[in-house]
């Protein structure tokens, strides 16, 4: 075991129910939510830590972990600078999409969801709404959240 890397992981979420929804087309943090566990050298023991990652982060990850170069042209980030506390994140934001009807960015505890096809959007402060429930799009003292996270959105 001191030789080996584990990375345990799995699909994302299912809602069941959570927001009067079945499935996992959507963009909510119980379904977009993935379970990721790590174990081995360079992994620190008994942390839990709150960097958000891609899944496509974790070959860099386990390459450098394992003193191996990673190939040209991979997409992902090592989470690397996280594990060794030299860093609490390697992403700024991140992006989600389910085909042409939905497109999510999480940043800085905000969440925005715009629904292209029926011209809907939400905004969520995480920190303080952490299950989703308080819409705050409309909310004046939200517009420049909104614009800035739409903006880099579509950008």
């Known amino acids: 075991l001191e030789r080996t890397l584990i990375i345990y992981s799995s699909d994302h979420g299912l809602a069941i129910g959570s927001h009067g929804l079945r499935g996992k087309q959507n963009m909510y943090e119980h379904s977009i939510g993935v379970p990721l566990l790590l ?9 839990q830590l709150a ?3 891609y899944l496509r982060d974790l ?3 386990a390459c450098e972990l394992c003193n191996v170069e990673a190939p040209p042209g991979i ?4 989470l690397g600078p996280v594990l060794r506390g030299e860093a609490t994140a390697v992403h700024a934001e991140l992006f989600a999409h389910f085909r042409d009807s939905q497109r999510m960015i999480r ?3 905000w969440k925005y969801i715009e629904y292209p096809l029926i011209g809907q959007a939400q905004l969520f402060n995480l920190q303080q709404d952490p299950h989703e429930l308080d819409n ?3 909310d ?3 517009r420049d959240v909104v614009a800035d996270l739409r903006r ?4």
Do not use: M, W, Y
């Open 152 to 155: 880099r959105l579509t950008d």
């Open 136 to 138: 705050l799009v409309h």
């Open 39 to 47: 174990r081995g050298p360079g992994i620190p023991v008994n942390q």
């Open 107 to 109: 940043r800085g505890g």
């Open 51 to 53: 960097a958000d990652c």
């Open 75 to 78: 997409e992902g980030t090592s």
């Open 59 to 61: 070959f860099p990850t």
């Open 140 to 142: 004046p003292e939200s």
